[in-house]
């Protein structure tokens, strides 16, 4: 669930959006993605990228939905009729909200990458909620669990990082 992954994702919802989105999507993604850009413009761009997602209607529309029917762990997942393939709407929201998630993992681990560790920790909490909002995403989950954990160790969180690993290893036996 990285930026080199989530592009082909879009290539469907792309073709129910506004074409002014994806070209500034597409932009954002080109520039964080190149070898040559420097960590803070691959930041900036990042950043830029998940405040795209964040205002696009469709996401805005299913995170009103989602803050509105709260689940009994404290988050929403995709109601069965929105993660349906069979439906075209779906079919274009799913995409969008698993780059979203990606998104904010990205700018996560680049947060860290540059030494920002409290940054770093917000957006693995932004990634984990996000994800946790998506049937089927525990491998991604567990990863971004471990990875947030090591986050808050450096920070010298040891029962925060404790209680992630723990989240971690649930979410990957809960897989098997």
Not at 98 to 124: C, H, P, Q, T
Request: positive net charge; hydrophobic residues 40%.
């Amino acid at each position: 669930m990285s930026s080199k992954t989530e592009a082909p994702a879009l290539g469907a919802a792309a073709e129910h959006t506004d074409e002014g989105f994806c070209q500034a999507l597409a932009l954002y993604t080109t520039l964080a993605s190149r070898p040559t850009t420097d960590r803070h413009t691959r930041l900036v761009c990042l950043a830029k990228k998940a405040a795209l997602l964040d205002a696009h209607p469709r996401i805005r529309a299913f995170d009103n939905r989602r803050s509105r029917s709260k689940g009994r762990n404290g988050s929403a997942t995709l109601h069965p009729a929105e993660s349906s393939s069979s439906s075209s709407a779906s079919a274009s929201l799913r995409p969008l909200l698993i780059a979203r998630a990606a998104v904010f993992r990205d700018l996560a681990a680049a947060y860290k990458e540059s030494g920002a560790a409290v940054n770093a920790s917000a957006a693995y909490d932004r990634a984990v909620q996000l994800m946790q909002s998506l049937p089927d995403d525990s491998d991604c989950l567990s990863e971004a669990l471990a990875e947030w954990a090591d986050v808050e160790e450096s920070l010298g969180r040891a029962t925060k990082a404790s209680r992630l690993r723990e989240r971690s290893r649930g979410c990957a036996e809960e897989k098997e």
